[in-house]
């Protein structure tokens, strides 16, 4: 490989790391069905998206257990909406 292919390439991984553009799902679901369906720009990251709708999630998800990726939610958020009714449970990739 070319040094100026290989800058190129090294350019852009770093682009990647920076600059999101574009939209993210967040959904829910029991398996079978789409409990919950949100859409996003890209560049807010998750938790972001859960406390902007955080009423929105505590109602239609009251009562259940969220199986979600350990780096989704913080500490506290699980925490706080533990007390409202929603559980979640963390697991490693």
């Not at 090294?10 to 859409?39: A, E, H, P, Q």
């Not at 859960?50 to 009562?63: H, I, N, S, T």
């Amino acid at each position: 490989m070319e040094h100026s292919e290989r800058r190129r390439i090294d350019r852009l991984k770093s682009i990647k790391k920076r600059f999101y553009c574009g939209y993210k799902i967040t959904c829910v679901t029991n398996g079978r069905f789409l409990n919950l369906f949100y859409v996003d720009t890209a560049r807010k990251h998750d938790l972001a998206v859960l406390k902007e709708k955080e009423d929105d999630f505590v109602e239609r998800l009251k009562g259940k257990t969220v199986i979600d990726d350990k780096g989704y939610v913080s500490k506290e958020f699980a925490e706080e909406m533990e007390k409202r009714g929603v559980v979640f449970i963390a697991v490693k990739r």
